[in-house]
Structure formats: structure tokens, C-alpha cells
């Protein structure tokens, strides 16, 4: 038995992140289910709405849903139960009528239209904003990704850096309340990505969707006070691409789900698509719809150059000819290189703020990893700088790496910097989620866990005492 | 598989052909196939079982699952035993009033609770007990002081600990001044592992601040720096090795005669304008020439002076020239027969002092022949260097007295300057260290040697002499110069022995296959002896007799014969 420190409990993993959730099981080495984090959502009132509870505003014509529930599969049929379960209390309390929501999870659940649904994900800024998405992506991914009961395995969890008590709070409770897990356990985001790359001591460079984060992990501890973070990920360079098309083509992406046939054009001629014209089309999924079309173009044009920023360089360098999915094509030239640029030079380069971001001072990626740096003890920084660690699927850009590098070295000239990232694309994307892998498959790990005992014992406060 | 009829085609190998048709088999060696594999035992069986870990608490029931073998039982959690806690120090009440109360902090009881408490949770882990201070949930905001900077966690710490470890160490015995040794050791030992200076902390942090807030340029300069040290350093390296070769190639014709007798160098260089230390190695390529000519003929070239030439002994009297630059050296040597004039050799000196140089100063030195061209002294003289004008080194025969050179200064007089011998180095050495090296082959034969004179050495490697005064220094010079070529002509002597046996032999046989009568009639035919015509064919052989003159030994006489005799019968 007592081979590489392993033993395996079948304890499930879950990251739940931004844009993506990994799950799967501990001791594999990728997680079995790989999904949106983004969930549909059709609301509806149970009854006559007086007062609405929720502060959202009431979404439009819920009539078809029912037309949809024929090709959504049986996770959505659980959850109307489960909400209709959660209109059946509301009834009888009798004292107030309650919205309720019915889910679709999953990549092609959340993506297949439906009048009036809305998309939204569980997290802001990185913290569980919205419970009841939260608890359906749990749901759909230990019952219908991972086919589990979650009550016959412990569960580990992770969280951000930057979690608030009472949130962990609340995960503990819904972990052993609501999906009656035997054992559970929260780690932050940035220890578990340094134990990903094989490291307890290292620098976490944490590019995520909606987040950046530079942390330093000290022997499997996060140090807080290192903690640098701010709102720019791959989402907002996505909106940032829209924006600029929009600006530099008068182009406004189609997305497919509304192109019924399109025609090839001319490069930067306006498409010529035919669309359905759905009725019903919610903002937020068109958004969503827009920002999942516009992530290939980012994914297979935008990269970054060696060297600091330079107008001159980047416009000599090769353009990327790419064709949307409604036909529009365009051959990118420095924006490919200007786009991504956000993330080193965000007050140059963010060149139409969106409203959270206005009269905020944002930083480069490399600036925020020299605070968390400088901030650490001057014991800890050579340890630090010579185990950075990148994580999240926007570090994935070409040359981000090698930009990162020439960066810190400028900004540390007398350190040895060097890079642990795990170099493949679902790796890096899911780095986090590995370390919580490793980690709820060691041995030494399962004297670790929250027991349901303690937690029937000590209640949710236990979490902050076991989980540092 | 049917075995397919095979088709041979003519030369083609069997390989080649099942390439070149499709349809060949190709051949498998079927012995180490096997239908079906053999299990030596039944498959061990894994359980689904459930266990408890006694790193988890008694009081905690979790049950995980895992697979297990079957037969394998434990009694607790495999991995349990890896569950090792730091044991920061704790404390009684009584302990705090009487130990850490009179520390004199403004730590608090509360305060200090809570460090230590933290520091068992947190394993010891100091820079995460810094960091999370303030921020974890047990934190007694009320009672805690702001800004606690990581030394001053550590500082308290510790002092807490060295006050309980020396309290405690007290409390066993009593009083602490009645502990056994052992137990004071172990006590400083202790104290010493929980020793912690707050400020020296802090000075090095800030140091490392520094280096690490080093700016680019500071960093380039710094590695400028570095690596002009490094260059000076090899140049230095270099220069030293260059002037080792230069000196050696003055030292080669002098060291060549391992003779008894040692030839009394007296050497004369006038240097110009420059002081001695001041030689570019490169700038001056020295010219050693073997001969007195061609040193009279520079010096001819250069002042239209003659030196006087001398006539080699055996050993060889050198003129060795150094020019380059302005410098006008003139080298003269004297033979062993001027001995009893280089003892004061400085009248002679500056009687034979040919030099135009302006200046009066003259640097008479005294050394070893074998390094009567260490040319490369070293004089320091402060700030002013003096004219070197002709410098004079006037050789004992005292082998190994401390060399010594005497430098004239106007202003100040006579300055001596010890003479440093080039192949010790700087620094310190040894009287004995001094002595001339035995060659590498030759050594063993001479350690035996010197062992059978009962001569025991204290050095291992090299024979030297128990009491190295400087009489016996040079003494034990002399006996070893003596035992080489002694040993040489022995060497000579055995191998020209053996020969002659041979030849005699060879003789023998050739005397009994011929018959008596008829040898002794061979040999009255044959021509007279002719001794020169022995050594022309013995000089023709490169041995050691070459450059000895050898007696004529009892061997030599038997050698010729023999040699004669040899000649003949090859004739015959």
C-alpha cells in the first residue's frame, strides 16, 4: 500500500471557477468533467408575484419552456423538479410568492437557446455571489458528469484566495446539508495551483476569467497579505476584442445560434447572414453567446511578444487572417498584439473601461506578481522568484510565459527567476484543480478532512479552524 | 497459422526475401511465446474496507474507504505515523509569573497565549504566523499590539523559550550552579539553539533588502566589476607563470651539471630607466643564449662594450642576456675557480661594472646559483623607486642561506631586501624547502640510499634533514647532489657488467663450438688493440658515460675487451 505516498479514498474534486468548472475524481490526473461555469436560467413565478423577492428583474414570456424541456436532458428535468420542490415550500409557507428558476448546466445546456433564458455564473470577483447556481453546478457535476452519489464521498473544494468567512461558511453547510457529504474540505485557489505544479513554496500567477491573482504559497500556506488582485481576465479581453471590432470594423458579431444560412464575403466586408430572429433572446445570453464566439478568435489570434510592448515590432510582425461564424473575415495585424496587451499594460491598452473598472488603477500582471513578491518576507523572495507558477487558461496566450519572464527579470534584475507552469492546454486551464487532486489523494492528506462529526459538533465555524 | 511453402530465391538472404515478398512469414522464435501465462499463485484479494486514522483525534469517527489487500491488517492508519506535530514550548502560569512576566515586553499574558497558540497550529511556520496574525479567527484584537513585524514574533518566541529551557534547568537541580557539567553543556547547547538577535535580524534583512533592490545598472556594474577582478586575477596568474618559465629557462643550463662542484654565477644587469618590478612581462622577451658571444656581441650592439669572455668549465659558465627596451644587461659568469672572489664580490663588481647608468644605486645580492637568474625580484621601496643603476648578484657557494639583496638608495643608504626564491612563492617556507629537488625517478633510489647511510628523514615524500640549519641545509645539498651521479655511474656500471657477461658467454660458447686450438689462433690474427676505435663506437651509444667522462674503472677495462671481443666474433 504504501507506494508514493498515495491512498485513495474516491474523495471528488470540484474547482468551481469563473468561466470553467473541473471535476472529477481524486488521484486522476484531469478532471473527468470539464463544463461552463455559466448556467442558463428561465424564471418563472409560482404564483402571483407581489413583492419579488429577488432584486432581478423579471425575465419575459417563461410560456415555452416547457416546448424546450423536450431536448433538454434529464439534469434539466431534475432541476424543474428541484425547483418546483422549491415553489411547493413556498407555497406552503403561503406568506410570500417566490420566483423560482429552472437550470440548464452544462456546455450544451447553457448554449442551446431558449426564449428568455438567461445565463449567469455562480461567482463575482471570484467569491460565490449566487448560491443557487453554485449548488446546481455541484449537482449537475457530481450527478450527471461524474454519475456519484455525493454523499458516499468526501469532497474537497476550492475557493478563492480572497474568501470571506461567512462564504465559507455557507459552502460548508451546503457540502454537508444539502449533498450530505461524509467529509469535506476548502483549500484556496493558490496553494492548490502550487501544489498542481508540484511546489509548496511558490509564487501563484492566477490569470483567470474574470480575475487576476499573484500570491505567494509558503509551505502549502497562502500568505495572505501577499495577495494581489484585480477584475481583468479573459472575459474582459473577450469584451475588449467586441468592442474594438466594433469600433475598427463597425462589425457586430452574429452568434450561431441566430445564423439560419450566411455567404462568404470579402475580407472586412459586412456578412451577409440570413438570421432566425429568435424572440425572447435574452441580453445576457446574447452576451454569452458573443463572448464564447469571440474567445476562438482570441484563442487562435491574440498573442504577446517577447519583449516589452513595441508599435514598431508588433506591425511588422505576420497578420492572422480569421473568419467569424457569421462569415466576416479580417486579417489582424498589431491588435492581435495590442488585445492581450491588457493584461501587461491594462492602463494603455484598456482603451474603453467597463463601468466596475472606471477610476480603478489597475496594474500589469507583472507589477501585481512584484507586489506579492515585496511584500513577502526578503527571506522568502529568492524561494518565491525561483518557483513562479502559472496558472489559469489565460496564462495560455503564445509567449505569455516567455513576456512574464522578461518582465519579473526586468522588475527583479538580481533574481533567478524561474517557471514551473504545466504546459499543456487542459493542464494549465485546470492547474488548481490537479493540486486538489494530488492532494485529496495523499495519504497524509485524509487526517485533514472535515468530518460530518465535527461539523454536527462545531458547526460551520469549523472550516476556518481546519482550513487554513 | 499454416506454415507457407517457402519460396527461396537465390541469393537473397531469408530476411531480405520475407521484406521483398509480402507473403513470407516473418520469423518469430517461438520458444518464448506462450498460449497461456502461468500464474505462480492465486490473485491476491483487495477489499473495499474502511478505516480510521489516529492522526485525525480520538474523538473524531470518520470512516473513509479504500482499497486494501485482503491479507494485509493494520493496526492503525498506514500513514498516521507521518503525522509529526512541531512541540512549541508551553507554559504553566506559575512558569509565566516567575520566568516571562520579568522579560520586561510589551507582550501581554493574552498576547503571548496567543503567539504560542499560533505557533502550534501553525507548525512553527513563522512567516505564516506573521501573516496571518491579525487575521485569524482566534485573534484577540483587543489585547494584541499593531504592527508586530516578523522579528519581533520570532524575538518573543524565543525569549520566551530560553527563559522556560533555563528556568526548567534550574528547577531539576535545585540551583542551577550545582548542574552537573554535562547538564550546563547541554543547557548552553540549548540556549544556543534558542538564541535570537532582534537587531542582527533586522541588519541582515536589511542587507538582503538592499541586494535585492540592487537597480539594473548597479547589477551591470557589479558584474563589470567581477569580471575585471577576474580578468586581473588570470592576468596575474599568467604573468606569474610566464615569469616561472622565464626564470626556468635561466635556470635550465645552470641546473644541467648535477656535479659535485657548484659553479659561483656572477651576474651583472644594468637596468636602465626602469625599476625591476616594474617588467612587463610582456614587454620584455628575455634572449638566453648559451655562450658568452652572442651575450658580448648584444652588449656590443647595444653600448659598444665588450664583456669579458670567460671560457666554460665542465659545467658551464653562462652568459645570459636579458634586453628589451632601454635596459643594456650585461651578464657575466664566473667559474668555480672566482669562488673566493664572489664572497665579496662587490668590488669585483664594480670593478667590472661596464654599465652607462646614470644613477649609483646598485643592488648586490647574494643567492643560489641555480637561481642566480631570478631576475623578477621583487623590491619595494615606497613611493619612490630607486634608480636601479648596474645590480650585481654575487653567488656563494652557501647553498641555502637566506638570499639577501642590498639596495644602495641615495637618500637613505643601504636598504636589505630579502631575496624571495621564485619557486617557493610568497609567504613563509621552509629553510629545508629550499634545498634542490631530487628528480622524480631518482627519488626512491636516493631515499634507500640516503637510508643506508642511516640518514632517517622526517619528511616522507621528500629527504630532508632532521635539523635544517643552514650548515646543514647545505651540507645535505651537497650529499644529495653527490648521490645522483654516484648513483648514476652505479647504474652505468651494473648494466655495462651484465653485458660483459654476456659477451663472455657468448665467448665461451663460440670458443667450444670452434674448439681451442682454433680460437686462440682465430684471435692472434686479429689486429691490435685500438682503444681509440672503442670509444668512437662508444660515444655512438647514448648512455649515461656520454656526458661523464669516466674513469678508468675495472668495468671500463672489461667492457672494452668485451666489446672488442664481440666485434670479432661478428667478423668471424
Request: proline share 7%.
Given at each position: 500500500m504504501p507506494t508514493y505516498g498515495g491512498d485513495e479514498v474516491n474523495a471528488l474534486v470540484i474547482d468551481v471557477g469563473s468561466t470553467w468548472t473541473r471535476a472529477g475524481f481524486a488521484g486522476e490526473d484531469l478532471p473527468r468533467a470539464l463544463f461552463p461555469s455559466h448556467v442558463g436560467y428561465i424564471e418563472s413565478e409560482a404564483d402571483i408575484a407581489d413583492i419579488p423577492e429577488e432584486p432581478k428583474a423579471a425575465s419575459p414570456g417563461p410560456a415555452d419552456a416547457d416546448v424546450e424541456m423536450g431536448d433538454a436532458s434529464a439534469t434539466a428535468d431534475a432541476h424543474k423538479q428541484q425547483a418546483e420542490g422549491d415553489s411547493r415550500v413556498a407555497e406552503k409557507g403561503e406568506t410570500r410568492k417566490q420566483k423560482i428558476r429552472e437550470y440548464f448546466v452544462g456546455d450544451t445546456e447553457s448554449s442551446t437557446w431558449r426564449s428568455g433564458m438567461e445565463i449567469g455564473g455562480p461567482l463575482e470577483?471570484?467569491?460565490?455571489?449566487?448560491?443557487?447556481?453554485?449548488?446546481?453546478?455541484?449537482?449537475?457535476?457530481?450527478?450527471?458528469?461524474?454519475?456519484?452519489?455525493?454523499?458516499?464521498?468526501?469532497?474537497?473544494?476550492?475557493?478563492?484566495?480572497?474568501?470571506?468567512?461567512?462564504?465559507?461558511?455557507?459552502?460548508?453547510?451546503?457540502?454537508?446539508?444539502?449533498?450530505?457529504?461524509?467529509?469535506?474540505?476548502?483549500?484556496?485557489?493558490?496553494?492548490?495551483?502550487?501544489?498542481?505544479?508540484?511546489?509548496?513554496?511558490?509564487?501563484?500567477?492566477?490569470?483567470?476569467?474574470?480575475?487576476?491573482?499573484?500570491c505567494a504559497v509558503y509551505e502549502g500556506f497562502c500568505l495572505t497579505k501577499s495577495l494581489v488582485k484585480q477584475e481583468v481576465g479573459g472575459e474582459l479581453i473577450s469584451e475588449q476584442i467586441l468592442e474594438r471590432l466594433k469600433e475598427e470594423y463597425k462589425y457586430e458579431l452574429t452568434p450561431l445560434f441566430d445564423i439560419k444560412s450566411k455567404a462568404p464575403v470579402e475580407t472586412l466586408q459586412q456578412p451577409v447572414v440570413s438570421r432566425y430572429g429568435r424572440e425572447g433572446t435574452t441580453a445576457s445570453y446574447l452576451k454569452d453567446m458573443r463572448l464564447r464566439a469571440v474567445q476562438e478568435f482570441k484563442e487562435s489570434v491574440c498573442e504577446f511578444i517577447e519583449r516589452p510592448y513595441d508599435a514598431a515590432l508588433v506591425n511588422s510582425k505576420p497578420q492572422k487572417p480569421f473568419e467569424f461564424p457569421d462569415g466576416f473575415n479580417v486579417s489582424v495585424g498589431a491588435l492581435r498584439y495590442a488585445l492581450p496587451e491588457i493584461l501587461f499594460n491594462p492602463n494603455q491598452f484598456l482603451t474603453r473601461r467597463p463601468k466596475r473598472l472606471e477610476n480603478v488603477g489597475l496594474m500589469g500582471v507583472h507589477e501585481m506578481a512584484v507586489r506579492s513578491v515585496l511584500t513577502s518576507d526578503v527571506d522568502l523572495r529568492p524561494q518565491l522568484l525561483n518557483n513562479v507558477v502559472l496558472a489559469g487558461g489565460s496564462s495560455l496566450f503564445p509567449c505569455f510565459c516567455d513576456r512574464m519572464s522578461v518582465m519579473l527579470q526586468d522588475a527583479c534584475p538580481g533574481s533567478r527567476i524561474k517557471f514551473f507552469s504545466l504546459n499543456s492546454k487542459t493542464e494549465?486551464?485546470?492547474?488548481?484543480?490537479?493540486?486538489?487532486?494530488?492532494?485529496?489523494?495523499?495519504?497524509?492528506?485524509?487526517?485533514?478532512?472535515?468530518?460530518?462529526?465535527?461539523?454536527?459538533?462545531?458547526?460551520?465555524?469549523?472550516?476556518?479552524?481546519?482550513c487554513q | 497459422?499454416?506454415?507457407?511453402?517457402?519460396?527461396?530465391?537465390?541469393?537473397?538472404?531469408?530476411?531480405?526475401?520475407?521484406?521483398?515478398?509480402?507473403?513470407?512469414?516473418?520469423?518469430?522464435?517461438?520458444?518464448?511465446?506462450?498460449?497461456?501465462?502461468?500464474?505462480?499463485?492465486?490473485?491476491?484479494?483487495?477489499?473495499?474496507?474502511?478505516?480510521?486514522?489516529?492522526?485525525?483525534?480520538?474523538?473524531?469517527?470518520?470512516?473513509?474507504?479504500?482499497?486494501?489487500?485482503?491479507?494485509?491488517?493494520?493496526?492503525?492508519?498506514?500513514?498516521?505515523?507521518?503525522?509529526?506535530?512541531?512541540?512549541?514550548?508551553?507554559?504553566?502560569?506559575?512558569?509565566?509569573?516567575?520566568?516571562?512576566?520579568?522579560?520586561?515586553?510589551?507582550?501581554?499574558?493574552?498576547?503571548?497565549?496567543?503567539?504560542?497558540?499560533?505557533?502550534?497550529?501553525?507548525?512553527?511556520?513563522?512567516?505564516?504566523?506573521?501573516?496571518?496574525?491579525?487575521?485569524?479567527?482566534?485573534?484577540?484584537?483587543?489585547?494584541?499590539?499593531?504592527?508586530?513585524?516578523?522579528?519581533?514574533?520570532?524575538?518573543?518566541?524565543?525569549?520566551?523559550?530560553?527563559?522556560?529551557?533555563?528556568?526548567?534547568?534550574?528547577?531539576?537541580?535545585?540551583?542551577?550552579?550545582?548542574?552537573?557539567?554535562?547538564?550546563?553543556?547541554?543547557?548552553?547547547?540549548?540556549?544556543?539553539?534558542?538564541?535570537?538577535?532582534?537587531?542582527?535580524?533586522?541588519?541582515?534583512?536589511?542587507?538582503?533588502?538592499?541586494?535585492?533592490?540592487?537597480?539594473?545598472?548597479?547589477?551591470?556594474?557589479?558584474?563589470?566589476?567581477?569580471?575585471?577582478?577576474?580578468?586581473?586575477?588570470?592576468?596575474?596568474?599568467?604573468?606569474?607563470?610566464?615569469?616561472?618559465?622565464?626564470?626556468?629557462?635561466?635556470?635550465?643550463?645552470?641546473?644541467?651539471?648535477?656535479?659535485?662542484?657548484?659553479?659561483?654565477?656572477?651576474?651583472?644587469?644594468?637596468?636602465?630607466?626602469?625599476?625591476?618590478?616594474?617588467?612587463?612581462?610582456?614587454?620584455?622577451?628575455?634572449?638566453?643564449?648559451?655562450?658568452?658571444?652572442?651575450?658580448?656581441?648584444?652588449?656590443?650592439?647595444?653600448?659598444?662594450?665588450?664583456?669579458?669572455?670567460?671560457?666554460?668549465?665542465?659545467?658551464?659558465?653562462?652568459?645570459?642576456?636579458?634586453?628589451?627596451?632601454?635596459?643594456?644587461?650585461?651578464?657575466?659568469?664566473?667559474?668555480?675557480?672566482?669562488?673566493?672572489?664572489?664572497?665579496?664580490?662587490?668590488?669585483?663588481?664594480?670593478?667590472?661594472?661596464?654599465?652607462?647608468?646614470?644613477?649609483?644605486?646598485?643592488?648586490?645580492?647574494?643567492?643560489?646559483?641555480?637561481?642566480?637568474?631570478?631576475?623578477?625580484?621583487?623590491?619595494?621601496?615606497?613611493?619612490?623607486?630607486?634608480?636601479?643603476?648596474?645590480?650585481?648578484?654575487?653567488?656563494?657557494?652557501?647553498?641555502?642561506?637566506?638570499?639577501?639583496?642590498?639596495?644602495?638608495?641615495?637618500?637613505?643608504?643601504?636598504?636589505?631586501?630579502?631575496?624571495?626564491?621564485?619557486?617557493?612563492?610568497?609567504?613563509?617556507?621552509?629553510?629545508?624547502?629550499?634545498?634542490?629537488?631530487?628528480?622524480?625517478?631518482?627519488?626512491?633510489?636516493?631515499?634507500?640510499?640516503?637510508?643506508?647511510?642511516?640518514?632517517?628523514?622526517?619528511?616522507?615524500?621528500?629527504?630532508?634533514?632532521?635539523?635544517?640549519?643552514a650548515a646543514v641545509c647545505d651540507r645535505f645539498d651537497t650529499l644529495q647532489s653527490t648521490i645522483i651521479p654516484l648513483l648514476e655511474y652505479k647504474k652505468t656500471a651494473d648494466k655495462l657488467e651484465t653485458e660483459v657477461q654476456v659477451l663472455r658467454a657468448r665467448k665461451r660458447m663460440l670458443v667450444n663450438s670452434m674448439g681451442e686450438a682454433k680460437a686462440e689462433q682465430v684471435l692472434s690474427e686479429l689486429p691490435p688493440f685500438d682503444p681509440s676505435k672503442v670509444v668512437l663506437t662508444r660515444a655512438a651509444s647514448p648512455t649515461a658515460s656520454e656526458t661523464l667522462t669516466l674513469p678508468p674503472t675495472p668495468t671500463n677495462r672489461h667492457h672494452r675487451k668485451g666489446s672488442t671481443a664481440s666485434a670479432t666474433r661478428k667478423k668471424a
Open positions: 470577483q471570484g467569491l460565490v455571489n449566487d448560491w443557487d447556481v453554485y449548488e446546481k453546478i455541484w449537482e449537475y457535476a457530481f450527478k450527471s458528469r461524474l454519475h456519484v452519489r455525493p454523499e458516499e464521498h468526501p469532497v474537497m473544494v476550492s475557493e478563492a484566495a480572497w474568501n470571506t468567512s461567512p462564504l465559507r461558511a455557507k459552502l460548508v453547510e451546503m457540502a454537508f446539508e444539502k449533498f450530505n457529504s461524509p467529509a469535506f474540505y476548502v483549500c484556496k485557489t493558490p496553494v492548490l495551483s502550487a501544489f498542481g505544479a508540484g511546489k509548496h513554496t511558490a509564487l501563484v500567477v492566477d490569470v483567470g476569467g474574470q480575475m487576476t491573482s499573484t494549465r486551464k485546470s492547474t488548481a484543480w490537479l493540486g486538489g487532486s494530488i492532494l485529496a489523494s495523499l495519504g497524509t492528506f485524509h487526517q485533514l478532512w472535515i468530518s460530518r462529526a465535527e461539523y454536527d459538533e462545531h458547526g460551520a465555524s469549523i472550516v476556518d479552524k481546519k | 497459422m499454416g506454415p507457407k511453402t517457402k519460396q527461396k530465391v537465390p541469393g537473397m538472404s531469408r530476411e531480405l526475401t520475407s521484406l521483398y515478398l509480402e507473403n513470407q512469414a516473418i520469423p518469430v522464435p517461438l520458444d518464448l511465446f506462450q498460449a497461456k501465462p502461468k500464474f505462480g499463485s492465486k490473485a491476491e484479494r483487495w477489499v473495499w474496507r474502511g478505516f480510521k486514522s489516529s492522526a485525525r483525534g480520538d474523538s473524531d469517527s470518520l470512516i473513509l474507504y479504500h482499497w486494501a489487500k485482503a491479507s494485509e491488517q493494520y493496526s492503525d492508519y498506514y500513514y498516521a505515523r507521518y503525522n509529526a506535530r512541531a512541540k512549541p514550548c508551553q507554559y504553566t502560569d506559575e512558569e509565566y509569573s516567575k520566568c516571562i512576566e520579568p522579560l520586561n515586553n510589551d507582550w501581554t499574558r493574552v498576547e503571548t497565549d496567543y503567539l504560542l497558540h499560533l505557533c502550534q497550529t501553525l507548525d512553527l511556520r513563522f512567516i505564516v504566523v506573521h501573516d496571518r496574525y491579525y487575521t485569524h479567527p482566534d485573534c484577540p484584537l483587543a489585547s494584541v499590539v499593531l504592527d508586530r513585524t516578523l522579528e519581533d514574533i520570532k524575538d518573543r518566541y524565543y525569549a520566551v523559550c530560553r527563559a522556560l529551557t533555563q528556568l526548567r534547568s534550574g528547577e531539576d537541580s535545585g540551583d542551577p550552579d550545582d548542574l552537573p557539567l554535562q547538564a550546563t553543556n547541554k543547557l548552553a547547547d540549548d540556549l544556543a539553539l534558542l538564541r535570537f538577535d532582534k537587531s542582527k535580524e533586522r541588519e541582515r534583512k536589511q542587507y538582503l533588502e538592499a541586494l535585492f533592490t540592487r537597480s539594473k545598472d548597479e547589477i551591470e556594474e557589479e558584474e563589470i566589476l567581477i569580471a575585471e577582478a577576474r580578468r586581473i586575477e588570470a592576468n596575474e596568474r599568467r604573468l606569474v607563470h610566464e615569469r616561472e618559465m622565464l626564470l626556468q629557462s635561466h635556470a635550465l643550463f645552470e641546473e644541467a651539471p648535477s656535479t659535485t662542484t657548484i659553479s659561483t654565477v656572477n651576474v651583472q644587469f644594468a637596468q636602465a630607466s626602469e625599476p625591476p618590478q616594474a617588467l612587463p612581462a610582456g614587454d620584455v622577451i628575455p634572449k638566453v643564449r648559451k655562450g658568452a658571444p652572442d651575450a658580448a656581441a648584444d652588449g656590443t650592439a647595444a653600448g659598444g662594450l665588450r664583456t669579458p669572455k670567460k671560457q666554460k668549465s665542465a659545467h658551464g659558465i653562462l652568459a645570459a642576456s636579458v634586453s628589451g627596451g632601454m635596459s643594456m644587461p650585461k651578464v657575466k659568469a664566473a667559474s668555480a675557480a672566482n669562488r673566493a672572489q664572489s664572497a665579496t664580490p662587490a668590488p669585483l663588481a664594480s670593478a667590472k661594472m661596464l654599465s652607462p647608468g646614470p644613477s649609483e644605486s646598485s643592488v648586490r645580492r647574494s643567492a643560489s646559483p641555480m637561481r642566480a637568474g631570478s631576475i623578477g625580484m621583487k623590491l619595494e621601496h615606497g613611493d619612490e623607486p630607486p634608480q636601479f643603476g648596474p645590480v650585481s648578484f654575487a653567488t656563494e657557494e652557501h647553498l641555502v642561506s637566506a638570499a639577501i639583496a642590498q639596495v644602495d638608495t641615495p637618500d637613505i643608504g643601504t636598504i636589505t631586501v630579502a631575496q624571495r626564491d621564485t619557486r617557493l612563492g610568497p609567504g613563509v617556507f621552509l629553510r629545508s624547502d629550499k634545498l634542490h629537488p631530487i628528480p622524480k625517478n631518482k627519488l626512491d633510489s636516493v631515499k634507500q640510499f640516503m637510508n643506508q647511510l642511516s640518514l632517517n628523514s622526517p619528511n616522507t615524500i621528500w629527504p630532508r634533514p632532521v635539523m635544517s640549519t
